[in-house]
């Protein structure tokens, strides 16, 4: 009942909008604004929200197109792909043990499992071991019989995580705003195009680093809102089981080490053990991690990282300030920002223009960065800078309220 005057209250809170920006696939660019395929059949959904109709109703479609497109991924995929005990996708015949001990190990060999590697992510002090699954077994099958016999072990499927938002190209790019902000910020995405300068790109995944449209749109908004050091980890590459949970961890692990404050994360996935390791290491040395809050509906389950603990987790409003309809949600709501009518480069240097939680992400980021710049509590800072919007307070629409809104890049 409670989810149900949450949506109702969604719906009130808006007017038509139009519909895009839904769950991006793997070296996938979707359609520009207002023209959403269904990602099953191909054919043109309604792109305009109608408020007379059910918000609900609305809001479990988008829930069940989020279904069906993961279905479809992993059964295009089924040589590199398979879902987990969670019904999750992730990479085939892989499990993660995490800071496992060495009668852990033996146990899961004892089992059938074959200890492919055993590597410490560096900057984070965590150590992980691939395991490939015995013959015969499922990832989900495999997944509950090495719980079952290691109940106080962290498992892990090497889950997907997906971008949240596309963009399409245009001729040309907006100036940046004349800003300047020390604070070194640091992207998971997919690698920037060659004219986005950056401090440095590494790679994470067979392939990378190779530039994409998303990753250059959000590394080229930090950009736009000031942020002069940016460290960029492609987690995707050409690889089809790109933005998987260990290629995360690793990334996050190289940009902490490097020296990064703030990590700009527009990916969502599900619960994941490993990666919910790593952002925690990451925020005891000192870490923000900024995410997205994903775009499939608020039916959709929480998204990740934006769930974990002290993630600032992001939503997106339109340019008359209303929230998107295709926002996903966390289990908390930290900062709303433009995320609809704005514009970046893609990877080739042209204009893009944007809708999805995914590009009001590092305009938060550049936010968070900026308070750091003064030192003390960057909480109270972006307190005092955000915009309430909706009931008054936080509340789990807009969160705190709007940051960034007038430095929305515009034509």
């Not at 090495?146 to 245009?170: K, T």
């Not at 790019?173 to 902000?181: H, L």
């Not at 990064?260 to 053990?273: E, F, M, R, Y």
């Not at 002290?310 to 409003?317: D, E, H, I, P, Q």
Request: proline share 6%; net charge positive; hydrophobic share 45%.
């Amino acid at each position: 009942m409670h989810v149900r005057i949450f949506l109702i209250s969604l719906g009130l809170a808006l007017l038509a909008a139009p519909l895009s920006a839904q769950l991006g696939l793997p070296q996938v660019e979707l359609p520009q604004t207002g023209t959403v395929l269904d990602p099953v059949t191909g054919s043109v959904l309604d792109p305009v929200l109608d408020v007379s109709e059910d918000v609900t109703r609305k809001a479990a479609r988008l829930a069940d197109l989020r279904e069906r497109r993961l279905d479809r991924l992993v059964r295009r995929n089924r040589d590199i792909l398979e879902l987990d005990a969670a019904g999750a996708p992730a990479r085939k015949g892989t499990l993660l043990l995490i800071d496992a001990s060495a009668q852990d190990i033996a146990t899961a060999q004892s089992l059938g499992f074959e200890a492919n590697g055993i590597e410490r992510i560096d900057g984070l002090e965590l150590v992980v071991t691939r395991l490939a699954l015995p013959e015969g077994l499922t990832l989900a099958g495999a997944q509950r019989k090495l719980q079952e016999v290691l109940p106080q072990a962290e498992i892990s499927a090497d889950n997907l995580h997906f971008r949240s938002g596309p963009a399409a190209a245009l001729p040309l790019m907006a100036q940046p705003v004349a800003r300047s902000i020390a604070t070194p910020v640091g992207i998971i995405d997919g690698a920037p195009g060659d004219g986005i300068a950056v401090q440095a790109v590494r790679g994470f995944a067979d392939g990378a680093p190779y530039p994409s449209n998303h990753g250059s749109a959000v590394t080229s908004l930090l950009r736009y809102a000031g942020v002069r050091t940016i460290r960029v980890a492609d987690v995707y590459g050409t690889d089809k089981a790109g933005g998987n949970a260990l290629a995360i961890a690793r990334a996050l692990g190289w940009l902490v080490e490097s020296g990064s404050k703030v990590i700009n994360i527009s990916l969502v996935g599900p619960q994941n053990a490993l990666l919910q390791r790593a952002v925690a290491s990451a925020q005891a040395k000192g870490v923000v991690v900024v995410a997205a809050v994903g775009n499939d509906g608020p039916a959709s389950p929480p998204s990740y990282p934006a769930s974990y603990s002290k993630v600032l987790a992001v939503t997106a409003v339109d340019r008359h300030d209303r929230a998107l309809i295709e926002a996903g949600r966390a289990l908390h709501l930290d900062y709303a920002a433009p995320g609809a009518d704005i514009y970046a480069r893609n990877a080739k240097g042209g204009r893009m223009k944007l809708r999805g939680t995914s590009f009001a992400t590092p305009l938060v980021a550049a936010r968070l960065a900026a308070a750091l710049d003064h030192g003390g509590g960057w909480r109270q800072r972006l307190d005092a800078e955000a915009r309430d919007l909706g009931k008054k307070g936080p509340d789990g629409v807009y969160g705190r309220g709007l940051l960034c809104g007038a430095c929305r890049p515009s034509r």
